[in-house]
């Protein structure tokens, strides 16, 4: 076992070393000094020299010699369990050191929109947690505005959202474009087409994002232009909550692909047409420092996408 350096254990008592208490907490162990210092790996003058010098500083006798053997005094078993307790607690507290210098423990904090969360992020994470299983994720599944004032104040690493965060700080990246589609029933009649456009959407109930989204006036635009009114019946913040309206009849949706629409038992997507795109973009607030587990995560991401692409 190799001794601490010194290391100033109590304010206020002269120079007592995490050293010192090391040998004395060996000799209550090992019974004298010359084993502990075998235990130590120092010479048995070296420890009876840190001993002395211990005793000194204190101010009263730690061991007795009686009949040849070290007695320890009552003040010595009044100190030895706070000793046994500190070093103890030095020894978990150097694994962990290591363990985190070695990157085998950490923390990853993600924000992101739910679309992204109940999509692609369980594959993603599946990855990354076999690549490093002592990393403890930190998941949050968030509107996009409250995802940025996380990022922004530093309570989360990263962001993924469905556009990009522009903030002063905020650095964004495109990942993926993710197309707007129609996701309807199994039994609708719009199943035999190829893609939807906005004149067979005319008189049918929809399920969307609001002009206050930043899709929703694309998709208004769009109807528009193509000469028909958008009956939007119910207003989504999240594509996420259109599975169980769509299943229950209350219309079709037009949404992001970004979730496996076609996976949910009796439900189908098409293409919208004309083309509308979402990007799903990665932030990270650049006057922050950027985890250790940033990158990995990255790629285990990257491999997630490629996966829902195919």
Do not use: C
Request: net charge positive.
């Amino acid at each position: 076992m190799k001794a601490f350096g010194y290391v100033r254990l109590f304010p206020g008592v002269p120079s007592m070393n995490a050293r010192q208490l090391e040998i004395f907490r060996t000799i209550m162990r090992d019974g004298s000094v010359t084993a502990a210092a075998n235990s130590l790996g120092v010479s048995q003058p070296a420890a009876s020299k840190v001993l002395h010098h211990l005793e000194s500083q204190l101010g009263y006798k730690l061991f007795e010699r009686i009949g040849g053997r070290l007695i320890p005094t009552m003040e010595a078993h009044l100190i030895y369990e706070d000793a046994d307790r500190i070093f103890r607690e030095l020894e978990v507290l150097k694994q962990l050191t290591r363990t985190i210098r070695e990157r085998k423990l950490g923390l990853l904090r993600i924000g992101a929109s739910p679309p992204i969360t109940y999509s692609i992020i369980p594959q993603a994470l599946l990855e990354f947690r076999q690549n490093h299983p002592t990393v403890k994720v930190h998941l949050q599944a968030l509107p996009k505005k409250e995802v940025a004032e996380q990022l922004i104040i530093g309570d989360i690493d990263l962001a993924l959202t469905l556009s990009s965060i522009q903030a002063p700080t905020i650095r964004s990246e495109i990942l993926s474009v993710v197309p707007l589609m129609a996701v309807m029933r199994e039994d609708d009649p719009l199943v035999k087409l190829d893609r939807v456009t906005p004149d067979v959407l005319e008189g049918r109930s929809l399920i969307s994002y609001d002009n206050n989204s930043s899709i929703g006036p694309q998709i208004e635009n769009a109807f528009r232009e193509a000469g028909y009114s958008r009956d939007l019946a119910i207003q989504l913040s999240s594509s996420v909550g259109a599975m169980p309206l769509v299943s229950g009849g209350l219309g079709i949706a037009l949404v992001d692909g970004l979730v496996r629409w076609n996976d949910f038992p009796g439900l189908t997507a098409r293409p919208f047409y004309p083309a509308i795109n979402m990007h799903l973009a990665v932030s990270v607030n650049t006057a922050r420092p950027t985890s250790r587990f940033f990158k990995p995560f990255m790629a285990s991401l990257r491999s997630a996408l490629e996966m829902q692409i195919r």
